[in-house]
Each structure stands twice: as C-alpha cells, then as structure tokens.
C-alpha cells in the first residue's frame, strides 16, 4: 500500500472513533451511548489501526512491520466486536455485572482521558439501532473490512 492508502485507512479509524465519541457525548434519538468495557476495548483496536497505519506512512523502511501490527489490531477487534454482537444475540449467557469494567477503570490512561476510555454502560444494553444495527454490529462490520483489506494488501508490492 501506499503511504497516501495507509493515512486513508487511518482517517477511517479515527472517523470511526469520533463518531463513538459523538454518539458518547451528543447521542442519537434522545440516548446517550455510554460506552461498555467491550467497547472501550474496541476504540483501542481502532486507536491501533490508526497508530500503526500512520507509522507505516511515515517510516517506510519499517512499512510491514507497522502493516502486520495493524492487521493484528484489526484482527483484535474484530474478536472484542464479534464477542459483543455474540452477547447481544445470547442475553442469557450474561450475569449482567461485568468485572472488566472496574479493571478497565483503574489503568491510568483512564484517568487522563476518562472522555476517551472510563466505561460506563452494559454490554447487553438496548440502544436505538443505526440504520438498521446496533454499534456493535456496525463495528463488527467495520473491523471486518479493515481486516480484511488490510490483510489482502499485506502481500501485495
């Protein structure tokens, strides 16, 4: 890929991110999405992709690396999303108390950017779809489409 491809795929990341962080803090039809810990997780798999596409833009030398990095944060988000639209479809299979929130909580890149990364909202909670999905769904198929062209254009010279 090239560089300008890479800060493209990068922009879409970021795009993605700010629109969570808009849905977080303006909200959609009344609501606000707080975010869940799975969801916390899944913003650090976009603030990968991110990172790594534009460090492979900037340091040519070292473009795969940076490349497989970011097929790696891809494919880690793909898995936390997948998890979540699981759980959504299987309400049963959750207590309802999810532990990963107080641990998410006590890192300290949480307390400098609660905006960015304190979860607060359920995993299972019904929010008013968009478009016709949910925000995990949406970001299913997101991470869906980044890995996957991230991971065709890994090959290619």
């Known amino acids: 890929m090239t560089s300008a491809r890479y800060l493209l795929v990068s922009l879409l990341s970021l795009g993605l991110l700010a629109f969570a ?10 609501v606000s999405f707080l975010p869940c810990p799975l969801c916390i997780l ?3 798999g976009y603030l990968g992709i991110t990172l790594f596409c534009v460090l492979a833009a900037c340091f040519p030398l070292f473009k795969r690396w940076f490349h497989g990095l970011a097929i790696i944060a ?6 936390i999303a997948g998890k979540q639209v699981w759980l959504l479809s ?17 890192f300290q890149l949480v307390q400098g950017l609660p905006w960015l990364f304190k979860a607060d909202g359920l995993c299972l909670a019904q929010l008013p779809a968009i478009l016709g999905l949910q925000v995990p769904e949406w970001s299913f198929f997101w991470f ?9 254009t890994f090959r290619k010279k």
């Not at 891809?74 to 898995?79: F, K």
């Not at 309400?91 to 107080?102: M, N, Q, R, Y």
């Not at 869906?144 to 065709?152: D, N």
């Open 144 to 152: 869906s489409i980044l890995f996957i062209l991230l991971l065709a």
């Open 42 to 44: 899944q913003r650090l």
């Open 74 to 79: 891809s494919g880690y988000g793909l898995a």
């Open 90 to 106: 299987h309400p049963e299979s959750s207590c309802g108390i999810d532990p990963l929130e107080i641990w998410i909580n006590q």
């Open 21 to 30: 962080l808009i849905l977080q803090q303006v909200g959609y039809q009344g």
